[in-house]
């Protein structure tokens, strides 16, 4: 295996408008997002912050972004926004996004997507 850094935002859980059912329109439900984006990397050696992964970049998007789009149907269509966000950034070369409907089932059980992408 290579030598990589990663960087993980978890834990995350937003009030998003998603859901395909008629009960799921006009109203939000909470998702629990975990991203992670990774390189290819020898030792962290700069000390500066212009030369990090940036996860702080990642929760703005996610809080200041997210909550404010209108309704999408499907998990998967909220992942592939983030995924192409955390590709806007070149240091990144692949990345992990997981999201999660905790509610949708009475707690019962949790649907989930995971992408897992590589840059090229």
């Given at each position: 295996?290579?030598?990589?850094?990663?960087?993980?935002?978890?834990?995350?859980?937003?009030?998003?408008?998603?859901?395909?059912?008629?009960?799921?329109?006009?109203?939000?439900?909470?998702?629990?997002?975990?991203?992670?984006?990774?390189?290819?990397?020898?030792a962290f050696?700069?000390?500066?912050?212009?030369?990090?992964?940036?996860?702080?970049?990642?929760?703005?998007?996610?809080?200041?972004?997210?909550?404010?789009?209108?309704?999408?149907?499907?998990?998967?269509?909220?992942?592939?926004?983030?995924?192409?966000?955390?590709?806007?950034?070149?240091?990144?070369?692949?990345?992990?996004?997981?999201?999660?409907?905790?509610?949708?089932?009475?707690?019962?059980?949790?649907?989930?997507?995971?992408?897992?992408?590589?840059?090229?």
């Open positions: 295996m290579q030598d990589r850094q990663t960087i993980r935002l978890k834990g995350l859980v937003l009030e998003l408008p998603i859901g395909v059912f008629s009960e799921e329109f006009g109203r939000t439900q909470p998702v629990e997002i975990e991203v992670e984006a990774w390189r290819l990397a020898g050696t700069s000390g500066r912050y212009q030369d990090c992964l940036d996860y702080h970049r990642l929760y703005r998007h996610l809080t200041e972004v997210w909550p404010t789009r209108p309704h999408q149907a499907l998990l998967e269509s909220w992942a592939e926004d983030l995924v192409r966000f955390v590709f806007e950034d070149p240091q990144v070369e692949g990345c992990r996004v997981r999201l999660a409907k905790l509610a949708i089932y009475d707690g019962r059980a949790v649907p989930e997507v995971e992408f897992v992408r590589v840059r090229g």
